[in-house]
Structures are given as C-alpha cells and as structure tokens.
C-alpha cells in the first residue's frame, strides 16, 4: 500500500469506529487527509482496535516517522556545563533516545482535542492508538487520577524512542507557589526514578506546565535544571538528559543556564 492507501483506509476504518463523523467526506488532498487522520485518532476512545487496522497504522506511523526525520541523540553534543547535559531545539518526537518525557494531563489519556497543538496531542498522533489503550490500562488499575508531580512509563510504540514517561506537571492559577515548584521538581524526580528503574540511558525532557498549565518559563528551566544536575552528582546510570525545548524563548533560557 501506499502512504495514501494506508492514510485513506485508517480514515475509513476510524470512521466506521466513530459513525457519527461518517458524514465527513474524505479530502482530496494530502495535507488535509493528514489533518482529518489525525483529529480521528485524537478522538477515538481507548476501545479494542479492529484486526489488521495496527498493522497499517505502525507502518503509515513509521514512514511518517522517517520522512519527518529522526534525530539520533547520540550524536548531539553536551553544553558546557556538564557533559551528560543536552540541550536540543526541535519537535521531540523525532527524537531517537531510550525515553522522551510527555507532559500529560491528570487523566493520562492523550489530548482529544483535535489536531491541538499540546506536546500530549504530537506524542499521542505520532506513537498510535496503542498509547493511549496503554495509559487507559494503566489508569483502570488505578483507579483515579494521576497525581502532579508523579510519572508512569509506556512503550514508544512508533516513536524513535523505547519509552514515554508520563509526568503531570502543577496547573499555575495566578501568582507562582511554593507548592508549584515542589510539583514540578517532583516531575523531574519521578521521571528520573522511573528512568532509572527501566534501565533508561538517555532521557529527553520537554518543557512541563509552561504551556496551557502556566508555569513561568523562567522559573521552571531553574526548577528543571537544578533537579536533574542534583540527581546526576547521586546516580551515573543515565548517561545523557536532554532538555528538549520547542521556542525561541526556552532556547535563550536553557543556554543562558546551561552555556554560562
């Protein structure tokens, strides 16, 4: 099958999922397929999957993957500061590492929002629907929430890397607390613990709760720095951390606190 072949049956086989988005006639053209494709994975629920609709899905996720580009982290090169510390600019799903950081909302479902531009949505349309039966697994045994501040681990599926950790971070409602920066300083922590405990060589964290959720910029690169420099002097398992930022704003940032 083509790219399109496979991009026009998921639409289909999704459609016949989720019947009330029936009626959506499927576009001719394939920037708009792709938008269709992915606000119908957005949305499906974490129900049984169709037989034979994963193996056309990992293998449209997988050329997606590689047309997109995969960054090898081994090749990157550690700041000035500490030579098991990385600093990257770019879309962190093409990231090859051992795990990249998502930061999710309390329900750890993935973002249903169609095509929303939150890292939760990106890390969710690029893995698979896999993902999120995945968390919902994990959240049933739960059987609540997920804390801020604690983290959970799943496959990469078709992600470049092995692992997704699944952090919350603090929602900020006006002004900064101390309490918000212990949560986002136990996100850190909790991936860092977790990543160790899954034999977790390289890392890649995006940057948690400034979005939608927030949290100073400023304040939160400090909190992230300062926690994963403490761990590093107290454990030599994880080899590289890399912060992953996506502005031109966090760039300046991280560099002014990594490069000085």
């Not at 949505?121 to 604690?150: D, K, T």
């Not at 927030?214 to 912060?243: G, M, Y």
Request: a neutral charge.
């Amino acid at each position: 099958m083509t790219q399109e072949e496979r991009r026009i049956y998921l639409i289909r086989t999704l459609q016949a999922e989720l019947p009330q988005y029936l009626g959506i006639e499927i576009p001719t053209g394939e920037a708009e397929q792709k938008q269709l494709l992915r606000s119908l994975m957005n949305m499906r629920p974490p129900m049984p999957v169709q037989e034979g609709f994963l193996d056309v899905q990992d293998a449209y996720l997988l050329e997606e993957s590689s047309r997109r580009g995969i960054v090898d982290c081994s090749n990157l090169s550690p700041v000035r500061a500490n030579s098991r510390l990385f600093l990257w600019q770019g879309d962190i799903t093409r990231l090859q590492a051992d795990a990249i950081v998502n930061a999710a909302n309390s329900a750890l479902l993935g973002c249903f929002q169609p095509c929303h531009s939150c890292i939760d949505n990106a890390i969710h349309s690029c893995s698979g629907v896999q993902l999120r039966l995945a968390c919902n697994e994990i959240m049933q045994a739960q059987g609540h929430e997920e804390a801020a501040g604690a983290a959970k681990i799943t496959a990469g599926y078709n992600l470049p890397c092995r692992y997704v950790l699944h952090t919350v971070g603090p929602v900020v409602s006006g002004q900064l607390r101390k309490r918000d920066c212990r949560l986002l300083a136990g996100c850190y922590q909790s991936c860092l613990d977790l990543a160790v405990k899954n034999g977790v060589h390289s890392i890649a964290f995006c940057c948690i709760s400034t979005g939608v959720f927030r949290f100073p910029q400023d304040r939160a690169a400090e909190i992230a720095v300062q926690t994963v420099s403490r761990f590093l002097t107290q454990d030599q398992s994880i080899r590289q951390v890399i912060f992953n930022v996506f502005t031109d704003r966090d760039l300046v940032i991280y560099q002014r606190l990594l490069e000085r």
